[in-house]
């Protein structure tokens, strides 16, 4: 598919402004499908706008592709209000009614940037780099989307998101007190039991990480925790949504007052956050139903090893041969038993080991 038409080109190389070359508009149109298929996997309603076609006002998140050559070509995302907002701010923006400070217009305006920082949230949260398109061009609204993180970031990334979620996840399932049928919930006991080996293996692995690894660990947290929220405040309302997860990054990076009993040299944060994620849910599949109704356990763990799953559909091979490798090393420094027993078979449980893959693995 040709992007740019030549003779449009070659105009526009004589004007001082030049299009990108025609492979790169390609990867830009590849990354903004991407970007739509995330914001619509949200909840978002979220459509690409063709090339060569005109920008329309279709309600939603509207992710496009400026073919330009230099910092402001790529990928934007911008809010398209609804119709009946929008055609109620424009009738106070005609020339003979001009009124800036008509609350309808300040409303439309709130509104778009509510939306604009859901949309950031979103995309940070799914692995994508952003920033404000403003920053880029004064004139430009909305965000833009430089691409996909560093294979390192994503690896974090993923597994600091699994650690908060199922932490939280577990947390929310308070007991129902009545015989509806529905599951029993987890006691107050049962969520320390289910969360405090993962909680203290983050805690005790702050002592093993190099001085730069640890001031960034709490701030890592707090990023994808707000991020979180935001995407919670997407599905559930303001109302409704989980602000414990807000709370839950100055929990996790509490550290011990007792250094681990560990030897050697410092890890990376990444081995840390696989080692916690693995406790978590060998926490939750060993448990009694005593601890955790069996239906509730097989929610939780589905829910957060699907999001796992899902983050790498479109993530390239060597992300994934990592996150396996984290996942080995776990379960080579797991101590107990069964815990160890669950990590080891862990990759292959959820299908991220591929079939005749494990030999080249372990």
């Not at 030549?6 to 508009?25: D, F, L, W, Y």
């Not at 880029?136 to 560093?150: E, F, H, I, K, M």
């Not at 309302?237 to 009993?261: I, M, N, T, V, Y």
Request: aromatic letters at 6%; proline letters at 6%; hydrophobic letters at 40%.
């Amino acid at each position: 598919m040709t992007y740019i038409d030549p003779q449009k080109r070659a105009n526009a190389e004589k004007n001082g402004s030049p299009h990108a070359p025609e492979e790169v508009i390609a990867e830009w149109h590849a990354l903004a499908k991407k970007v739509c298929r995330e914001l619509q996997h949200a909840g978002l309603p979220a459509y690409v706008q063709h090339p060569n076609t005109l920008a329309d006002r279709q309600a939603g998140a509207c992710v496009s592709v400026d073919t330009i050559e230099g910092p402001t070509g790529g990928v934007h995302v911008s809010w398209n209000a609804g119709e009946s907002l929008t055609e109620a701010a424009l009738e106070f923006m005609q020339p003979d009614r001009l009124d800036l400070s008509e609350p309808v217009i300040e409303y439309g305006t709130r509104i778009v940037s509510l939306m604009d920082e859901t949309i950031k949230s979103v995309l940070t949260l799914a692995g994508f780099r952003t920033r404000d398109a403003v920053e880029l061009n004064d004139l430009a609204p909305g965000t833009y989307v430089a691409g996909r993180q560093s294979r390192q970031w994503f690896i974090e990334h993923i597994l600091t998101e699994g650690v908060l979620g199922l932490i939280a996840a577990i947390r929310s399932c308070d007991p129902s007190g009545d015989d509806s049928g529905e599951p029993a919930g987890i006691s107050a006991e049962g969520k320390a039991r289910l969360t405090g080996r993962g909680i203290r293996i983050v805690q005790d692995g702050l002592h093993r990480l190099a001085d730069d690894d640890r001031q960034e660990f709490a701030p890592v947290f707090r990023r994808l925790a707000g991020a979180m929220h935001s995407q919670d405040m997407v599905y559930r309302g303001f109302w409704k949504a989980d602000r414990s997860l807000l709370e839950l990054p100055d929990e996790l990076c509490l550290p011990a007052q007792e250094p681990p009993a560990v030897a050697g040299t410092s890890v990376p944060r990444s081995q840390v956050l696989a080692a916690a994620y693995m406790a978590v849910l060998g926490s939750i599949e060993l448990a009694d139903e005593n601890t955790v109704d069996d239906d509730e356990a097989v929610k939780i763990t589905e829910a957060w090893t699907g999001t796992l799953l899902r983050r790498l559909d479109q993530a390239p091979d060597e992300d994934r041969q990592e996150l396996i490798h984290l996942f080995r090393e776990a379960a080579r420094e797991e101590t107990d038993p069964a815990h160890k027993a669950f990590a080891s078979g862990f990759p292959e449980a959820i299908g991220l080991v591929e079939e005749g893959e494990g030999a080249t693995t372990t």
